[in-house]
Each structure stands twice: as C-alpha cells, then as structure tokens.
C-alpha cells in the first residue's frame, strides 16, 4: 500500500503540489477565457488583478483566525478553498462572475501563500533553508509542469469546454487538501508564534523589499503575458505551452539558485536580481519580434526564483516568535502595490503600453539600491547596514 513519510518537510512538499494544479490552470487559461469568453480588454483584466490581490492585502488578518485553527490546519483549508474557487470559475463566463469566482479562489491561494511561507521559516534551520526553499520550489514547477503538461495535450486533442478543465483542475486540488487533512499528524510549534500585529523597526529593509517585490510581480503575472496575448496574438495552446518551458526550466533552477544563495548570500543574489531586471524590463518596453518576447518571458521567469532570497533573509534576522505574524504582515505589504497598480497601470496600457514596462524597471532600480543596505552576513542585531 502506498504511503509517504508524515513529517513537516513532506507536508511542505505536497502543499507545493497541490496548489499550482488549481493555480497554475487558473493562470494559463485566464487571458485567453477573459478576452475570448468574457470580452475584457486592458481595463477589465486591471481591475480583475487588482481584485485578485485584495485577499493578499488582508493577509495580516491570518494572525488573528490563528487564535481559532492552527496553522497547519488553516494551510489545509486555504488549500481547499482556492480548488473550490478555481473549480468554481468556468460556470460563471462573464466579467462579473469572473471577479467573483476570482476573488474566492484568491482568498484561498493567498492564505495559503502566507501559511506556506510561515512554516517553512519555522519548521527549517537557518542553513538548509535555502537549499530546501530552492527544492520545494523545483517540487512547485514539477507539478505545475505535470498538470500543464497534461492541460497542453488535452486541449490540443479534445478541445474541451473552459468549465469542464477549471472543474477538474479545481477538484485535483480539493482532493489533495482533504488528503492532507487525513494523513498527517498535527505537528507541535517549535516557538510559540504571537497572536498579534508585529512592526519592528529592525524589519524596516525586509517591509520595503517585500513592498517592491509586490509591483514587480504584477509587471510579470499581469502584463508580461497579456503582451504576448494581445500584442503577439497567442493562442491558447502556446500559453499552455510558455507555461510549460517556465515550469521544466524552474525545476532545474531552483534548486541551484537556492544553492546560490546560500553560498553568495542574499544580498549578492538579489543584486544580480535586481540587474537583469532592469535589462529585461527596458527590453519589454521597446520589443517587436516574438522570440525575444518570448526569451525576455522565460529569464523574467528565472530570475524571479531568486525572490526567495527575500524571506531566507528575513528568517536571520527575525524573532523566532515573530515569523507567522510578520508572514501575515509582509504579504500585506506585498499587495498594497498589487492591489493598486494592475488597474493604474490598465488604464496606462491602453495609451502607451511601453510605459507599464518602463515604471517595472524603476521598480527594479529601487530595489537595486536598497538591496545594498543587507550585510553580506545578516543576523538579529545586524539586520542592515543603514541605520534609520
């Protein structure tokens, strides 16, 4: 009989698993079901991300539901939440049921974004964190490769319904978060994790990192592919199949990029972040030819893996104690750009595209600049080189 070990890494790696079968279907139909099924234009996909990431912005809520569900189990339920939501979406096919179905899967995979990341930082050491971070990335890409895979050949051969693959993926999901609410024990809190909002001002470059690595998501996930869709004209079929090169190439790299990290440090690895982002976005705002659209995509991809240098920096310089309220906290920061910027920049896309791309790379510039301020050897008591 099958069986897998009931420890806290394996608990991490199915998560890891679970939620991009649900997410990452979502995502690789979203463009082609919001313009080919619900008629939206630059606007409407705006205000439909920003919606998205409202329940990002409200993550600092999670400390306080943690007074009445642990957080493993909160994890399990955020997890089945955003099957249901994802499930859920190809039965309402219009701009509004579109928001709505949006928004509860949101709830859902941003919970579950800030669980996942809560655990991680307390249930690993500071020296394999990095290394384990990289892996359950690579083991994230591994699925969303999986299931795209499966997506790609389904869509190609059958040509199904938008209801029928948001209703299998979605259940996928669902099944997996009732699994793991069966077969794993409830694991014990190493540190007993405060119930309340923490703001320290020590935290102070960890908050502006994690602020500015919010806009610069939404350039990537909101705008990069509606490019290629809009500008580029692709179909379907080679999202799906974009989706796909990204995942196979993230589960090579991510293991060696948290290995990286955990020998240059985070402030060498995000500099080199921070570099070719620029480069990639200044690219985005001047390009023609598909195949360097397409290659800018897929290093924007990798280069985003190396984000997790992020947390690994904040768990040398937190207070044990402090992880699950400042995971809640930080996700907050991180969707107040996303919650304002995908319609602001919506609004800009229908004059000038290319503006969209210019502002990511300043956003990137500043990032630049205050990666700088993180000592090569980060610890409590040495959490930045600049003093505020």
């Keep these: 009989m099958f069986s897998i070990p009931s420890n806290r890494k394996t608990f991490l790696f199915v998560l890891a698993i679970g939620s991009p079968i649900a997410f990452s279907v979502w995502l690789a139909l979203l463009n082609n079901f919001a313009v080919e099924i619900a008629s939206f234009g630059g606007k409407e996909i705006g205000i439909l991300q920003s919606l998205r990431e409202v329940p990002g912005f409200l993550a600092f809520t999670v400390v306080f539901l943690l007074l009445i569900i642990r957080q493993q189990n909160f994890a399990i339920v955020s997890l089945i939440l955003l099957g249901i939501g994802t499930a859920?979406?190809?039965?309402?096919?219009?701009?509004?049921?579109?928001?709505?179905?949006?928004?509860?899967?949101?709830?859902?995979?941003?919970?579950?974004?800030?669980?996942r990341i809560s655990l991680s930082l307390q249930w690993l050491t500071k020296e394999e964190?990095?290394?384990?971070?990289?892996?359950?990335?690579?083991?994230?890409?591994?699925?969303?490769?999986?299931?795209?895979?499966?997506?790609?050949?389904?869509?190609?051969?059958?040509?199904?319904?938008?209801?029928?693959?948001?209703?299998?993926?979605?259940?996928?999901?669902?099944?997996?978060?009732?699994?793991?609410?069966?077969?794993?024990?409830?694991?014990?809190?190493?540190?007993?994790?405060?119930?309340?909002?923490?703001?320290?001002?020590?935290?102070?470059?960890?908050?502006?990192?994690?602020f500015l690595a919010g806009a610069r998501r939404q350039i990537f996930m909101v705008f990069a592919g509606f490019l290629l869709v809009q500008k580029f004209g692709f179909s379907l079929?080679?999202?799906?199949?974009?989706?796909?090169?990204?995942?196979?190439?993230?589960?090579?790299?991510?293991?060696?990029?948290?290995?990286?990290?955990?020998?240059?440090?985070?402030?060498?690895?995000?500099?080199?972040e921070y570099i070719a982002l620029i480069i990639i976005f200044l690219s985005y705002a001047v390009v023609d030819n598909v195949n360097i659209a397409l290659a800018l995509y897929i290093l924007d991809n990798v280069f985003f893996s190396i984000s997790l240098a992020i947390n690994t920096y904040f768990q040398k310089i937190a207070d044990p104690a402090d992880i699950a309220s400042t995971a809640g906290i930080s996700f907050t920061i991180n969707h107040i750009a996303a919650v304002i910027l995908p319609a602001l920049l919506g609004l800009i896309w229908v004059q000038n595209y290319g503006a969209v791309?210019?502002?990511?790379?300043?956003?990137?510039?500043?990032?630049?600049?205050l990666v700088r301020a993180i000592p090569d050897n980060p610890e409590i008591g040495k959490e930045t080189y600049w003093q505020v």
């Design 237 to 272: 079929e080679k999202m799906v199949l974009l989706f796909l090169v990204n995942a196979g190439i993230t589960i090579w790299v991510a293991p060696k990029l948290g290995i990286l990290i955990e020998k240059i440090g985070e402030r060498k690895a995000l500099t080199l």
């Design 129 to 210: 964190a990095p290394r384990v971070l990289g892996k359950i990335l690579s083991v994230h890409a591994a699925s969303t490769l999986a299931i795209l895979s499966i997506l790609y050949i389904v869509v190609f051969v059958f040509k199904p319904t938008y209801l029928w693959l948001y209703a299998v993926a979605g259940s996928l999901t669902v099944i997996i978060g009732i699994f793991c609410l069966f077969s794993f024990p409830q694991f014990s809190e190493k540190v007993e994790q405060r119930k309340d909002l923490v703001f320290r001002k020590r935290y102070w470059l960890y908050y502006a990192l994690t």
């Design 357 to 369: 791309f210019l502002i990511g790379a300043c956003i990137a510039g500043a990032s630049l600049i």
């Design 88 to 115: 859920l979406t190809g039965f309402f096919p219009s701009i509004l049921g579109l928001y709505i179905t949006t928004v509860i899967m949101s709830i859902g995979f941003h919970y579950l974004e800030t669980l």
